[in-house]
């Protein structure tokens, strides 16, 4: 009965932060499209057909920056409603929101204090308007929640609690996670370095085989 109402609390305090994630950037939804959006959607070719998403992936110079799962999230919004602008910026909102739920999840995770207030914090700053308000900047979003995402399921690869276990279908579902960070926005490599800090500050130490489980995401991020 009292795991029960934990989890209902814990689900509480998740929606409390969506809500105020969704309130704060309600006006975003009667936006349009602004400056570089004529590059990367408006007027991108490459998000009209099948052949596209292909040179999406395949040739780098078909788009302005090669990050093929952001262009890939705009190539299937692109034939689900056309360039109604208000779907785009419901999704980066979406994507935000349920980012800054992953990353109270994983401050809760390492014992952070007053965890809920940091993610909250994170999820309405006035430094993210410019990523969750305008579509070009669905590259940071959408990194942001694989990023996060990868982050909290190597925790349960391996628990910090836990010196030398590892779980590996966890473990290998990080690394696919991580690669989806990278090819949305490439500044996600910073992935493996902050596991180590993390680990180092709540183990004290750094036990060397999480170095090597880590060293894979180093040499992917390079």
């Known amino acids: 009965m009292k795991a029960r109402a934990r ?22 939804l009667g936006n349009g499209f602004i400056w570089d959006d004529n590059d990367y959607v408006t007027e991108n070719l490459v998000l009209r057909s ?3 998403l292909r040179r999406l992936w395949l040739e780098p110079q078909s788009v302005p920056q090669y990050y093929p799962v952001t262009f890939t ?26 980012s800054g739920v992953l ?12 965890a809920w207030m940091a993610a909250a914090l994170f999820a309405v700053h006035p430094m993210q308007v410019e990523s969750v308000a305008w579509v070009t900047e669905r590259k940071n979003v959408l990194s942001g929640l694989f990023f996060f995402a990868a982050f909290l399921t190597y925790l349960r690869a391996e628990p910090l609690e836990a010196v030398g ?14 690669v989806g960070a990278l090819l949305s926005k490439s500044v996600t490599c910073s ?32």
């Open 73 to 98: 999230s705009f190539w299937l919004e692109y034939h689900a409603w056309g360039l109604q602008p208000f779907s785009y910026h419901l999704v980066n909102i979406v994507l935000h929101a349920t």
């Open 103 to 114: 990353l109270w999840r994983i401050l809760r995770r390492i014992g952070a204090r007053g």
């Open 165 to 178: 276990g590892i779980r590996w279908r966890p473990y290998v579902a990080a690394l696919a996670l991580f």
């Open 50 to 52: 099948l052949d596209g």
């Open 7 to 28: 989890r209902g609390r814990q689900v509480a305090w998740g929606v409390a932060l969506v809500a105020i994630t969704v309130v704060a950037y309600l006006a975003a």
């Open 191 to 222: 992935l493996p370095a902050v596991l180590l800090l993390v680990f180092w500050w709540r183990r004290g130490t750094l036990d060397w085989r999480t170095v090597l489980r880590l060293a894979p995401m180093f040499v992917v991020g390079l």
